[in-house]
């Protein structure tokens, strides 16, 4: 999306600006905000998955776009990181009443952001871009909450905004590792693999005493003979 730095008048630019400033400086709870020194008109935020919802423990990174006739027009939100949602619709656009018909000059980012965080908390299906998901939060709640949080542990929980950026497209993104669910895969060497990868550790040590004791029985054997040789000759004496 096309920056609308210029298109803004001076002073509506200078109160983005101290409002974004103050926003970085003391950011909402749970809330991190990345401002761009290159375009002040499009806001990078993380938002922490609210405890208690399917959401919890995921990092979702998320964008405030201001139009050329900001502020008198509420920005555009979108999600960055994949969301099961029934107001994030697969492109991640964001569905909220302060973003449409309740938005007022005077509310501000802080208050947008903090309504964008709430919705995580209280989903609204009756304006549902995503319809299963909306369909899934009034008829069966335990399918919406596995289908919620199975996103989020893939999407939102692979560091800091998971893998954000990618598009809101539930065939794209990151897929669980093939041996993911097989233990088989993930322990470590087997049984049978440690002599080999201990080379001359623990497994030659093991074996140069067997081969030792070997010898010593040997030498041993050699050593009672020749004393048996002897005795018989001296009885021949």
Not at 10 to 28: M, Q
Not at 82 to 98: M, R, S
Not at 147 to 173: C, F, K, V, Y
Request: proline share 9%; hydrophobic share 35%; net charge positive.
């Amino acid at each position: 999306m096309n920056s609308n730095v210029e298109n803004l008048p001076p002073h509506v630019l200078r109160l983005v600006y101290k409002e974004v400033s103050a926003l970085a400086a003391d950011p909402p709870e749970g809330i991190k905000i990345y401002p761009s020194e290159e375009d002040i008109t499009e806001l990078h935020t993380a938002i922490e998955g609210p405890e208690g919802t399917p959401f919890a423990g995921g990092i979702f990174r998320m964008r405030l776009v201001l139009g050329k006739d900001f502020p008198a027009v509420p920005p555009k939100g979108y999600f960055l990181t994949k969301i099961f949602h029934p107001n994030v619709g697969h492109k991640g656009e964001i569905c909220v009443n302060v973003l449409k018909r309740d938005w007022k000059a005077e509310l501000g980012l802080r208050h947008v952001l903090l309504t964008i965080k709430c919705l995580l908390i209280h989903p609204n299906p009756e304006s549902a871009l995503n319809e299963e998901a909306g369909r899934l939060l009034l008829e069966d709640y335990a399918e919406y909450e596995s289908r919620a949080r199975l996103l989020t542990e893939i999407h939102a929980m692979g560091g800091p905004g998971g893998t954000s950026g990618a598009p809101q497209d539930p065939n794209d993104g990151p897929q669980p590792k093939k041996h993911a669910g097989d233990p088989t895969k993930r322990a470590g060497p087997s049984a049978a693999a440690v002599p080999a990868a201990l080379g001359n550790g623990a497994n030659g040590a093991s074996t140069t005493s067997i081969n030792s004791n070997s010898s010593s029985s040997s030498t041993n054997n050699v050593a009672g003979k020749k004393k048996a040789d002897k005795k018989r000759a001296l009885r021949r004496l």
